[in-house]
């Protein structure tokens, strides 16, 4: 087997853990599917690859956009603050930082998950100081519903949009691999 298609075996290897990367959180995305394009461009050349490097890089910005607002929109229908979207960024640094050393392979997966549910509660629960108890429990617990449930089809829309661009690259590049 040549080391051109060795090489690009790899790079649809590493575009397909991006694919990954793009649905489960703490796992580079479409970085990954972006750098598999550069490197391919640099070996076949650039000219050949507008069209994929193009489209590899609109997904990327389009997903960084999506990763933010999907969790800002989550929040806001549910009516929650900015203190619980504070909250979840500070929870999912703290869950994979502080179960590190606890949990070495699991813990900051874990921490990545339910980090961000946690600090979104809590940071709701300190914002809305002037609701009685059961009602702050309550709103806390609808923002850190929204919060996760708007990650979660953020990042089904950008596994979706990275597994695109990966079989459009893949379309777009299979025949000078393969001369079809």
Sequence with gaps: MSSLILLYWGILLLMLVGVVGAVVPGIPGSSLILVGA??????????????P???????????????FLSTYWGARRVGASSWSQ?????GMVIGVLGLLPALPFGGPL??????????????????RRELQLSAR??????????????????????GLLALGSVIFFIFATWPSVYGG
Aim: charged share 5%; net charge negative; no cysteine.
């Design 137 to 158: 429990t309550v709103q806390s617990a609808k923002a850190s519903l929204g919060v996760v449930v708007g990650s979660l089809i953020g990042n089904v829309l950008e």
């Design 86 to 90: 504070i909250g979840a960024i500070v």
């Design 38 to 51: 550069i490197i391919w461009g640099l070996v076949q050349g650039f000219s050949t690859m507008l069209w």
């Design 110 to 127: 874990l921490g990545l998950l339910l980090g961000p549910v946690l600090g979104a509660f809590v940071g709701e629960f300190l914002y």
């Design 53 to 67: 490097l193009g489209v590899v890089i609109l997904v990327f910005i389009l997903n960084t956009g999506i990763e």
